[in-house]
């Protein structure tokens, strides 16, 4: 457990609710947990609960309904540099080149071209894209395309890496492959990560603590701690003691989801 | 078959030859057609390719084609530039302010419906038969498409591209610089090639109301003389204008959006 170390995030008592025309809908209620610095958090929950509601908000896109979100004790007010949020679709810049995407943080926050080009040249090292600066978004297939877009994230110099189910399009193949990447990345980086998945394996694998959602409106209804030994191994996937924490994760999941099925798309309250 | 399908959507241009081609084929039109019609008729109505061409040769000689070319076009680019200016500040402007686009909208359409050029005899009574009657007449014609373009395109920008860039807590600025100006660039040049090929129609129409010069005052001078060598030349002139306004335009569309054809097969 990381208890020792510095918190980094503090998530209190969060309700955040969209006042629609036809009501009110609540999105996530009493939502409180902490996130250490160098944590790895998974996010996991019924499709609708709010997942995606917390991570902007702990991107400082939307303001919370009631309760507070603090950075470092800060309490987050309005976007956040300090913190890099990857979307499930990679959001690049289709007129500017892979390097250029990547270089857009910096260059906003007024960095000289020379400075701009070795921060970007470690950052292509880094997510493995060495080679392909000049080429646009659109020839890249998803995967190096997400890539590009972490590396993006990156380059701003996150203090926590807030990413929204970001290997969502892929195939089941490649979507492995990504998060051995990120596997590797993380353990080279030690950055902080929140991140929203889908699936229970990649939480199981990257994951020091998975936050398990009900549905909606989110509630917390586990914080599952994964006890596998680090660095991971990506061969862990096919491990027994990964496979428990699957299984205890799935089992989790289950208890979240109401009798009278909350993935019901109804916006009525 | 392939060659035709490529044609079709234009991604592949057809080669200079077929160029040549059609050219041949429409002056074996004329021709044929200067046989067809008695001799005494066509002097009237139909110059032979060798009247057209002497007559072309002539007044370039005596420069006074290209004056009335240089009169038009001077319409044309002044008309082009006024109207891209307005459309493009209005088109923001729509685009970022609801007031101001609920207040517009209903004129917009209005003015959308109405066929500019029935505007030309009112706006050389007001403006005189000056250059400044021309100029509007083309502005207003490249005016609607542009505004059009322009606003729907800033309005359809991906809103994940916008929170990209309220993340990195760009200024207005930078947003305007690095992210509206490149995404709607397609969707303004598109209405720039339309605006700007119809630009030389409204400089036409101006020029017919009431001009003493430029190519459709040429025209018109042919058709009061039943000049038709001269209207020929006149009309062939800014068919050429047009061309080459369409061409200049698709060329630096090519240019800046070399993006745009970069994986789209
Ligand atoms: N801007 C918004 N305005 C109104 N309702 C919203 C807005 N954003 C999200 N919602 C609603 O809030 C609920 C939670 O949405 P959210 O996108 O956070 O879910 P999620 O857990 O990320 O779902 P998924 O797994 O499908 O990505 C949904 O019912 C959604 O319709
Ligand atoms: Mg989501």
């Not at chain 1, 902080?192 to 998975?210: G, K, N």
């Not at chain 2, 397609?186 to 605006?195: D, K």
Request: hydrophobic share 45%; proline share 6%.
């Amino acid at each position: 457990m990381m208890t020792s170390s510095e918190v980094l995030l503090e998530i209190e008592n969060l309700y955040t609710a969209f006042i629609e025309p036809e009501g009110t809908l609540e999105a996530l209620e009493n939502v409180s947990f902490k996130v250490f610095q160098g944590e790895f958090i998974c996010l996991i929950g019924p499709s609708g609960c709010g997942k995606s509601t917390l991570l902007r908000t702990l991107a400082g896109l939307l303001p919370p309904s009631k309760g507070e979100v603090r950075l470092r004790s800060t309490p987050i007010k309005g976007p956040e540099r300090a913190a890099g949020l990857v979307f499930q679709q990679p959001m690049l810049l289709p007129w500017r080149t892979v390097a250029e995407n990547i270089a857009l943080p910096l260059e906003l926050r007024g960095q000289s071209p020379a400075e701009r080009q070795q921060r970007v040249a470690e950052l292509l090292e880094m997510v493995g894209l060495t080679g392909f600066e000049t080429s646009y978004p659109q020839l890249l297939s998803g995967g190096m395309a997400q890539r590009a877009a972490i590396a993006r994230a990156l380059a701003q110099n996150p203090e926590v890496l807030l990413l929204d189910e970001p290997f969502g399009s892929l195939d089941a193949l490649t979507r492995e492959r990504m998060a051995a990447a990120l596997l590797e990345l993380w353990q080279q980086l030690r950055r902080t990560v929140v991140m929203v998945t889908h699936s229970v394996e990649e939480a199981a694998l990257l994951a020091d603590r998975v936050v398990v959602l009900s549905s909606r409106p989110g509630r917390i209804i586990h914080i599952i701690p994964v006890r596998l030994a680090r660095p991971r191994d990506p061969n862990l996937l096919l491990d027994p003691s990964l496979q428990s924490v699957v299984r205890e994760l799935r089992q989790a999941l289950k208890q979240g989801e109401s009798p009278d099925n909350g993935r019901k798309p109804s916006p009525k309250t | 078959m392939g060659w035709h399908n490529k044609k079709i959507n234009g991604q592949q241009h057809p080669s200079p030859l077929l160029y040549l081609l059609s050219l041949g084929l429409v002056l074996l039109l004329w021709q044929g057609a200067l046989l067809a019609l008695e001799d005494s008729a066509r002097r009237f109505i139909l110059p032979t390719i060798a009247e057209v061409v002497t007559r072309f040769l002539k007044l370039l000689g005596d420069g006074s084609l290209v004056r009335h070319t240089g009169i038009t076009l001077l319409e044309m680019g002044l008309g082009l530039a006024l109207g891209t200016g307005t459309a493009l500040v209005l088109g923001y402007a729509v685009a970022h302010s609801r007031f101001l686009a609920h207040l517009l909208e209903p004129i917009i359409v209005t003015s959308q419906a109405m066929p500019i050029v029935a505007l030309a005899p009112l706006l050389a009574i007001w403006f005189g038969p000056g250059l400044v009657s021309k100029v509007l007449v083309c502005a207003l014609i490249v005016f609607f498409p542009i505004l059009v373009n322009v606003s729907s395109g800033l309005n359809h920008i991906d809103t994940g591209f916008q929170q990209v860039f309220r993340l990195l807590e760009a200024t207005r600025w930078q947003r305007f610089r690095w992210l509206e100006v490149p995404a709607t660039l397609p969707a303004f040049l598109t209405g720039l090639r339309v605006g700007g090929t119809s630009a030389a129609m409204g400089a036409v129409v101006g020029e017919f109301v009431a001009s003493s010069a430029g190519l459709g005052y040429l025209v018109k001078q042919g058709q009061n003389l039943y000049d038709t060598p001269l209207m020929f030349v006149a009309i062939l002139t800014l068919t050429l204008l047009a061309l080459a306004t369409y061409g200049a335009l698709g060329l630096i569309e090519r240019q800046v959006l070399k993006w745009r054809c970069i994986g789209k097969t």
